[in-house]
């Protein structure tokens, strides 16, 4: 068995690569477990509001910029005039090499194992990690940064979780899918469906002009329980582009997106710290968590390296002070309000999800800004909830707090039970 080490951070992923990389700038020794090269490339790309790494000096690291930002809450079709609401802020995606030597350069001296945790024995002063390989590993402080779907971190169960499902494809087109230059946050234009599709859970697009004749365009559902298949999401992709005379000339790549929405708070009395998708990091309302990592990474590296320096602290105290640090109740109760808002959103039907956003997105700038990155205190947040309500009309009203009736069960969900 190897020495043990202050932290062992579990994941190759943006969380572990990022909370290593905190923890080593704080001078905490630091090894990670992961089943492939930690510079390997990831499989996904991630897009952030290029005001979130403005903020943290990091604006370089983004591979596209666009200033031309747009969503569409129309129906779509002609009696809808002006169907474009601009966002008058600029999103961009993160050059994913950029962003992980980032966080490796500031791993530097990190040790790597390249295997898998299978198992975590929390003993009184010390964390034993028992890997695939049957290696044993020790650590004052095991971090499980391994993803959502990690099975060593307890958490409550609160019944289905609902996930954000996605199908796109990158790839070029007879012509321009959306208009050259531009990025589509959300487009929830439905002409394109027949009046049975508009029943069922609605969906949107999420598109961006790459540059050099290539785009990229996902069908995507904010989050239900089971989530959307994906072949009723390309399905209602390849509707959306043919109702626009647009075809696939070229499939460079497809992504198929599925990932947790609401995944309850982890259990935070337990003697094991979280961090990332494993520790119920995305953003209940957005999807969104890099710049989440990004923000809260130093904080929670910093009060970690100040509770080591406590050498009767063994692992159950420390993982306590990180997780009071992860989630102060502020935090908690943000979360909370966020969770309760998708739980209303995931009952609305087209019509009224519409007319949600159209009017979260009136609402000024700093306040959806805010809301969206969860970067308003407790306060500013409730105040921004009683200002979309005040705002709403009285059906979206009706449905923010009493919820809304479900639609029938479209045959896929009902498949499912
Ligand atoms: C397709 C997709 C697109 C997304 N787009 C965005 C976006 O645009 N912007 C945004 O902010 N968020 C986005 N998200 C949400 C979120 O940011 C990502 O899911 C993010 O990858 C989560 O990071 P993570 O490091 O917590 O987990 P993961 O990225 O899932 O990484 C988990 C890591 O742990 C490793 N691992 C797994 N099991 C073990 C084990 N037993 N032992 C050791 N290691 C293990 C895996 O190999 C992997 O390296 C997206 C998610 C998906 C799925």
């Not at 102060?328 to 109760?333: A, H, M, Y």
Request: hydrophobic share 40%.
């Amino acid at each position: 068995m190897a020495d043990a080490v202050d932290v062992l951070v579990l994941g190759g992923g943006p969380a572990a690569l990022c909370i290593a990389a905190e923890l080593n700038q704080c001078g905490v020794e630091v090894a990670g477990i992961a089943p492939q090269p930690v510079d390997a490339p990831w499989p996904n790309t991630y897009g952030v509001w290029a005001e979130e790494l403005r903020s943290l000096g990091l604006e370089h690291l983004l591979e596209h910029r666009w200033h031309d930002t747009v969503s569409y809450f129309g129906a779509g079709g002609e009696a809808d005039q002006d169907q474009t609401l601009a966002h008058g802020i600029d999103y961009g995606l993160f050059d994913r090499a950029a962003l992980q030597q980032h966080w490796l350069d500031r791993a530097e001296g990190v040790r790597w194992h390249h295997d898998s945790a299978e198992s975590v024995d929390v003993g009184s002063m010390q964390t034993s990690v028992t890997c695939a390989s049957g290696a044993k590993l020790l650590a004052r402080l095991v971090i499980d940064a391994s993803g959502s779907r990690t099975h060593h971190v307890r958490r409550p169960d609160q019944g289905p979780v609902a996930g954000q499902a996605a199908y796109g494809v990158v790839g070029r087109f007879s012509c321009n899918p959306i208009e050259a230059g531009r990025f589509v946050l959300m487009d929830y234009r439905c002409d394109h469906l027949s009046p049975e599709q508009r029943l069922e859970p609605p969906t949107f697009l999420y598109a961006m002009d790459l540059g050099e004749g290539v785009f990229f365009v996902e069908e995507t559902s904010l989050a239900l329980a089971p989530g959307v298949p994906y072949d009723v999401l390309k399905q209602r992709l390849m509707q959306r582009l043919d109702k626009r005379g647009v075809e696939i000339t070229e499939l460079i790549h497809e992504e198929f997106c599925l990932f947790p929405m609401n995944l309850p708070l982890p259990d935070r009395s337990q003697p094991l710290l979280a961090f990332g998708g494993s520790a119920s990091m995305v953003h209940p309302a957005s999807g969104y968590m890099v710049g989440s990592l990004l923000r809260r990474g130093p904080g929670l590296a910093r009060a970690i390296s100040v509770a080591l320096k406590k050498p009767e602290l063994g692992s159950a105290a420390l993982a306590r002070c990180g997780w009071q640090s992860l989630w102060p109740p502020e935090l908690v109760l943000r979360h909370q309000l966020y969770q309760f808002g998708l739980g209303r959103l995931m009952g609305f039907n087209e019509s009224l999800l519409r007319t949600h956003f159209a009017t979260f997105f009136s609402l000024p700038q700093e306040d959806w800004f805010g809301f969206l990155t969860n970067t308003l205190p407790l306060n500013r947040l409730m105040a921004v909830m009683l200002k979309l309500f005040a705002l709403s009309p009285w059906p979206l009203r009706r449905g923010l707090v009493l919820g809304a009736p479900r639609n029938q069960l479209p045959t896929w969900a009902q498949s499912k039970g």
